[in-house]
């Protein structure tokens, strides 16, 4: 018993053993099989691809960025004076467009006419105050006039009587008389001077009491043409007004006016594209004289085109690069803020969507700017919409679909059949297509671009365009694939034991 467990342990143990020896040996008694034949590709055979051409590009280079539409002046008409709103026009609510002139408001003005009549009449009392020193100033000449004679004659007189006094003739009574009516005409004309004098030195103050008399009714009148609040230009009313009976008072805000005869559009531009426009201006400014900064230091006026989409329409407006927003860059955006002139918001020309980018893309001539009926009124406020400054490009532009430039900007061009990678210079991507710089990416019209994609792409592999005539792949077998397969040994007898059991 103990024997037959002891050689059934070794049976297990050898077993597997000679199991594995004996495929092992089997294995190299076969010899590896064959590969089947296999049919490879020339390498010298062209792979077909697809191309599109370079196209010509016009010189227009736009540079396309978002903006928000914006009134072109919006003001907030505050009450100068005080008092109770007694009147409120039907057009002056929110949303009502009223034009220049309108009145708006109405403050009582009963309070402020009747101040005006006051000083009406406080002017006409400084008036007849000057014209009475006038009358006075001139009774006062002509009674020195009179009063110079009368010195005159008296001195005369006191001199015969002197004279005859000397011969004995008159007496010195006489003499004495004489004198004192000569000083009594003298007191009487310098009493004369005295008072022309006083009423000349009053003239000046009359006449600053007419002046002030004068100010002060002024602005009574001033006050009066204030109670009523008056539209000063064309504008849609956005603020809440005050309603009427209210009492307001001096610096209180009645109503808030947006200008609706031009419009502006807050955009953001990056560096490069200033960058681009400051090139555009000519001729370049610099410092000069002195260190003295340039005067034309604005922003280059550059023409633009205001596109707002809406039900599958684009409404395009024409406008103008105007100004800067400030003259500093956004601190988060590193932008340069900049606003867009619409001096008619009412005119504007329709399109359906996707048109304008087509006619840019396709370098057609911007479409005249005709008034169009229908769409939105004008350009309203808050209108999200895209900006087209038209810009010329000062180096020869060519244009290609977007999908033919690769990543890292390069393209696949056939050149006398053989594939060439170029590395190219993109000045723009707009509505699917790509404005290159025609120099710096030395393409020229007509080159072929390839578009469709390949596993391997190498400089001078072969290719050949699927739009030429197409030369059929040679197809080879190598020496190994032509060779008959060689049989293993083992494989032969193998058939011939088969063969022989057949038979």
Not at 8 to 19: C, M, Y
Not at 90 to 100: A, F, H, I, K, S
Not at 390 to 400: A, F, G, N, Q, W
Not at 483 to 495: E, H, L, Q, T, V
């Amino acid at each position: 018993m103990a024997l037959q467990s002891a050689g059934s342990r070794i049976l297990k143990a050898v077993l597997p053993l000679a199991l594995l020896g004996g495929s092992v040996m089997g294995f190299q008694a076969l010899g590896p099989r064959s590969a089947p034949p296999r049919r490879e590709q020339d390498r010298s055979a062209a792979v077909l691809v697809q191309t599109v051409p370079v196209e010509s590009a016009t010189a227009e280079l736009p540079l396309v960025v978002d903006g928000l539409s914006a009134p072109w002046r919006e003001v907030t008409l505050a009450a100068q004076i005080s008092g109770r709103v007694t009147f409120r026009a039907e057009q002056c609510r929110p949303g009502n467009v009223v034009q220049q002139g309108t009145v708006l408001l109405e403050i009582d003005p009963q309070e402020y006419e009747l101040e005006a009549r006051r000083l009406q009449q406080e002017l006409e009392q400084a008036r007849t105050s000057v014209n009475e020193l006038q009358v006075q100033i001139t009774n006062t000449e002509e009674s020195l006039k009179i009063s110079r004679q009368e010195v005159t004659l008296r001195e005369r007189e006191t001199a015969r009587i002197r004279r005859l006094a000397d011969r004995k003739v008159s007496t010195d009574s006489e003499v004495d008389t004489a004198l004192r009516e000569e000083l009594m005409a003298r007191q009487n004309l310098t009493t004369l001077e005295n008072q022309l004098r006083l009423q000349q030195a009053q003239r000046p103050r009359l006449d600053q009491a007419v002046e002030l008399a004068q100010s002060r009714l002024e602005r009574a009148e001033l006050d009066v043409t204030r109670t009523k609040i008056v539209a000063p230009f064309d504008a849609v009313v956005t603020g809440q007004p005050v309603e009427q009976g209210s009492y307001v008072r001096d610096g209180t805000e009645l109503v808030t006016l947006d200008d609706i005869s031009a419009a502006e559009i807050r955009c953001s531009l990056q560096m490069d594209q200033l960058d681009w426009l400051w090139k555009q201006q000519r001729p370049h400014t610099t410092l000069e004289n002195n260190g003295q900064p340039p005067h034309d230091i604005q922003i280059p006026r550059t023409p633009a085109t205001v596109i707002y989409r809406l039900g599958g329409r684009e409404y395009l407006w024409k406008g103008v690069l105007s100004r800067y927003d400030g003259w500093a860059l956004d601190e988060r955006t590193r932008t340069v803020p900049a606003r867009i002139l619409v001096s008619s918001p009412g005119e504007f020309e329709v399109r359906l969507a996707g048109q304008s980018e087509k006619s840019a893309a396709a370098g057609e001539e911007p479409a005249t700017f005709t008034p169009f009926a229908g769409g939105p009124p004008s350009l309203m406020r808050g209108m999200y919409v895209t900006v087209r400054l038209h810009t010329l490009s000062d180096v020869p532009l060519v244009r290609l679909p977007e999908r033919a430039v690769r990543p890292g900007n390069t393209v696949w061009q056939i050149v006398d059949g053989k594939l060439a990678i170029r590395s190219v210079t993109v000045r723009q991507t707009s509505g699917g297509s790509v404005l290159l710089d025609a120099e710096a990416s030395q393409l020229t019209a007509g080159d072929r671009i390839i578009v469709s994609p390949l596993s391997s792409p190498e400089p001078g592999m072969a290719v050949q365009d699927e739009a030429a005539p197409v030369q059929p792949a040679s197809l080879s077998i190598s020496s190994e694939e032509k060779r008959p397969a060689s049989r293993p040994a083992g494989d032969a007898a193998a058939s011939a034991a088969r063969e022989g059991g057949a038979a």
